[in-house]
Structures are given as C-alpha cells and as structure tokens.
C-alpha cells in the first residue's frame, strides 16, 4: 500500500512560478514511472510530465521548457518546477505512480494550481 500526497498547489499571477511536490509513503518497486497529471473543469485528464525510474523524461508539448519534473530518490519524493505560468496552465494537479512488475496505479488526491491573469 503506498499513497501519494500533494502539496505546493495555490494562487499565482501569470508568469510566476510554483513547485509541486509528490511525497510516497514508500519506494515504488521498479521499474517504474511517477508522474504529473492534471484536469481542469469540462476537460479531460492529460499528462504534463513523467520521470520514469531510468530517469528518463516525457513532457507535454505544452509545457516544454517552462516546467521541471525531478525525483529525490532518498526521500521519495517527486517535484514539478513550474515557471512561466499561464492562465491556461490552471487546473487540479494529481501526482501519480505505476509499478509495472506489480501492475499497480497510484493516485494522489491533487493540488490546486490556479493562474490569474
């Protein structure tokens, strides 16, 4: 059992910066991937980055260049440094995990991330 908490959401004007963080209760078997996720009202859920336990990177086309995802491996612990923030970019911001050797998601229960204009 591993839960994952968020923390590091709140209120920014547009072209500030944030950093999330994604705090395990324990190690992720691996291989594995963590990731950001966000959704916000009327639309679906979509990827904004991962870091898998190769450390290997994917980003959203969107956020490229503006945000950093990074993993301290001792505190099991995995961040999103966002600048540039954009009224777009407002949204509910769940960190996720997945253990691919025991077919396990992981799901936080978000952080609010809400850019002003």
């Known amino acids: 059992q591993v839960q994952l908490v968020e923390s590091g959401g709140g209120l920014v004007q547009a072209g500030g910066s944030l950093r999330l963080s994604c705090a395990a209760s324990?190690?992720?078997?691996?291989?594995?991937?963590m990731g950001w996720y966000r959704q916000a009202p009327g639309k679906q859920r979509e990827m904004v980055a991962t870091?898998?336990?190769?450390?290997?990177?994917n980003y959203a086309d969107s956020v490229k260049g503006r945000f950093t995802i990074s993993a301290d491996n001792a505190k099991n612990t995995v961040y999103l440094q966002m600048n540039s923030l954009k009224p777009e970019d407002t949204a509910l911001y769940y960190c996720?995990?997945?253990?691919?050797?025991?077919?396990?998601?992981?799901w936080g229960q978000g952080t609010q991330v809400t850019v002003s204009s």
């Open positions: 996720h995990a997945k253990s691919f050797l025991l077919a396990i998601d992981y």
């Open positions: 870091i898998s336990s190769s450390r290997s990177t």
């Open positions: 324990r190690s992720i078997s691996s291989p594995n991937v």
